[in-house]
């Protein structure tokens, strides 16, 4: 693949990327930096790696992922072009409570997680609802590889190759009438395959399916993904797959995983986390170094892979994760503070 001049947005080059085994191993470098960050209300503390310890590192088989064909979007000059991590190193930790709670149990209890046949829907304030099925979704527009800056609430962060479309290719697709103010999304609800949804303890005490949602005009923003691949390849499930949002100037909580539906509303929707507990998690979820966790602070991140595993090194947070210039202007005139 030749090197191309990268776009405006495109603030990372192949060397900033996260390398793809500790992306997907993350939560075990986290517990041994002893790092203590944003956790779910099943614990009293702080510390967001607090249930690793009762948990085994043991290794699963991986989920069978393909290679996807991607070509340049006219919208833009370039396309990641860096060398990836080999699969065969990649070891999955993640926060998808569909899974369980636990940092090893996505991995363990979605390799059986099937994503073909898959259907999403987009419908609501729109003048031509439309359904996908599994092959239509790699389909809408060429896909493009982008590296993003990915920030957990946490208070970690990453440089991740992700592979998909804009999400207004998609909802141009549904054609959104004029009382389309945003966009709701829904995860896949289903207890047989995902044992989170089975039981209220082991999903985290969430009422499922997660939902999310964006202001229409975040949505239609050319930064805003939903990306159906990784370094790559398709996604694996533990990851969202088939298809995820990534929103990259907000916290990762933001960007759901498992999309079956796509709503445009009237009214602002409900989001999952928000409902949990809205004094730690906001509609907007913006990233903002000067709005700090009820437990923690948010002014600073640990950047996964820098310096070496075990490296204590932080990095200043920066407003909008870095893209403020392209985002800032969507919530001139609002309170950041109030609408955290």
Not at 4 to 32: G, H, Y
Not at 131 to 154: H, S, T
Not at 215 to 225: G, Q, V
Request: hydrophobic share 35%; charged share 25%; net charge positive.
């Amino acid at each position: 693949m030749n090197n191309k001049i990268a776009p405006s947005w495109n603030k990372f080059t192949d060397k900033d990327v996260t390398p793809e085994q500790v992306f997907l191993d993350r939560r075990r470098i986290l517990k041994q930096l002893g790092f203590v960050g944003a956790g779910s209300l099943l614990s009293s503390t702080a510390n967001a790696g607090a249930l690793d310890f009762l948990f085994g590192e043991k290794e699963q088989a991986a989920f069978a992922r393909s290679a996807l064909q991607h070509t340049k979007n006219t919208q833009y000059d370039a396309l990641y072009t860096g060398t990836l991590t080999p699969e065969d190193k990649v070891i999955s930790h993640n926060n998808f409570y569909e899974f369980g709670t636990a940092k090893t149990d996505p991995k363990r209890n979605a390799q059986e997680f099937k994503v073909n046949p898959w259907e999403l829907v987009i419908d609501g304030e729109v003048d031509n609802p439309i359904k996908l099925d599994y092959d239509q979704l790699f389909k809408i527009a060429p896909l493009e590889e982008r590296i993003y800056n990915f920030r957990c609430v946490e208070a970690w962060s990453m440089v991740i190759p992700w592979l998909g479309i804009t999400l207004a290719d998609l909802i141009k697709a549904a054609k959104p009438n004029s009382r389309a103010k945003y966009v709701a999304f829904e995860t896949l609800y289903d207890p047989k395959q995902m044992p989170g949804q089975a039981s209220r303890f082991m999903g985290g005490g969430i009422d499922y399916p997660y939902v999310e949602g964006l202001r229409i005009d975040e949505a239609m923003h050319p930064l805003t993904f939903v990306a159906v691949g990784l370094y790559g390849k398709t996604l694996p499930p533990q990851n969202g797959a088939p298809i995820r949002l990534v929103v990259p100037w907000k916290y990762g909580f933001k960007s759901i995983k498992s999309i079956t539906r796509i709503r445009l509303v009237e009214k602002q929707p409900p989001t999952t986390w928000n409902i949990l507990a809205s004094n730690e998690y906001g509609f907007y979820a913006n990233v903002n170094p000067e709005v700090d966790h009820p437990r923690w602070s948010q002014a600073s991140e640990r950047r996964i892979g820098e310096g070496g595993i075990l490296s204590a090194k932080r990095i200043p947070t920066q407003m909008f994760n870095g893209y403020a210039d392209e985002v800032a202007s969507l919530y001139k005139g609002m309170d950041l503070r109030r609408n955290y």
